[in-house]
T-cell receptor, first 112, second 113 residues
Framework: GESVGLHLPTLSVQEGDNSIINCAYS??????FIWYKQESGKGPQFIID?????DKRQGQRVTVLLNKTVKHLSLQIAATQPGDSAVYFC???????????FGAGTILRVKS | DSGVTQTPKHLITATGQRVTLRCSPR?????VYWYQQSLDQGLQFLIQ???????AKGNILERFSAQQFPDLHSELNLSSLELGDSALYFC????????????FGSGTRLTVV
């Protein structure tokens, strides 16, 4: 399949290492944030979300951190696997059900 | 399968033509969102419908229009197509206002030649 976002920043990590993908947002009114994973030729796949009244949320092998002071969001992936290779997008919304505004994306490459 | 169905998966058409992209939301979802993804611009929000009514509009060109039908499926109409309209078009659905859970379809790849 074709790659998405050929000019996106790329993070290369060794299999088994932890990955950290960062995202800056600009809308101080954003209340809800989501991380998506997009593999080549597929639609964005939900990873984890967080509301603005939280600063950390954990899922299976993933953690999202939110710093509202500096409008920064990060996604941590533990023990990165080859199947984690994809483009990762952060998205924000002012309220549940409102439109999502997407960040530019980061390519994650996992080396075996 | 995400539960959001988009057809067709691929579409090749000539400049100046008109096409219709279709989206069936996940069962029970009232909101439908359309996004355009170009190689150099990421995912751009086009338009949102909620239970048949237009709810929000993004950077959607005047040549583009959409609607949501009583059965909640949605169609995105693209007319007077230009080479620059070549992109992936995604539909997402969510339960609606006050509820979270945005689910994306697998997209329609439009190529204008």
């Amino acid at each position: 399949g074709e790659s998405v976002g050929l000019h996106l920043p790329t993070l290369s990590v060794q299999e088994g290492d932890n990955s950290i993908i960062n995202c800056a947002y600009s809308n101080s009114a954003s209340d809800y944030f989501i991380w998506y994973k997009q593999e080549s030729g597929k639609g964005p796949q939900f990873i984890i979300d967080i509301r603005s009244n939280m600063d950390k949320r954990q899922g299976q092998r993933v953690t999202v951190l939110l710093n509202k002071t500096v409008k920064h969001l990060s996604l941590q992936i533990a023990a990165t696997q080859p199947g984690d290779s994809a483009v990762y997008f952060c998205a924000e919304s002012e309220e549940y059900g409102n439109k999502l505004v997407f960040g530019a994306g980061t390519i994650l490459r996992v080396k075996s | 399968d995400s539960g959001v169905t988009q057809t067709p998966k691929h579409l090749i058409t000539a400049t100046g033509q008109r096409v219709t992209l279709r989206c069936s939301p996940r069962s029970g979802d009232l909101s439908v969102y359309w996004y355009q993804q170009s190689l150099d611009q990421g995912l751009q929000f086009l338009i949102q419908y909620y239970n048949g009514e237009e709810r929000a509009k993004g950077n959607i060109l005047e040549r583009f229009s959409a609607q949501q039908f009583p059965d909640l499926h949605s169609e995105l109409n693209l007319s007077s197509l230009e080479l620059g309209d070549s992109a992936l078009y995604f539909c997402a659905s969510s339960p609606g206002q006050g509820h979270y859970g945005y689910t994306f379809g697998s997209g329609t790849r439009l190529t204008v030649v």
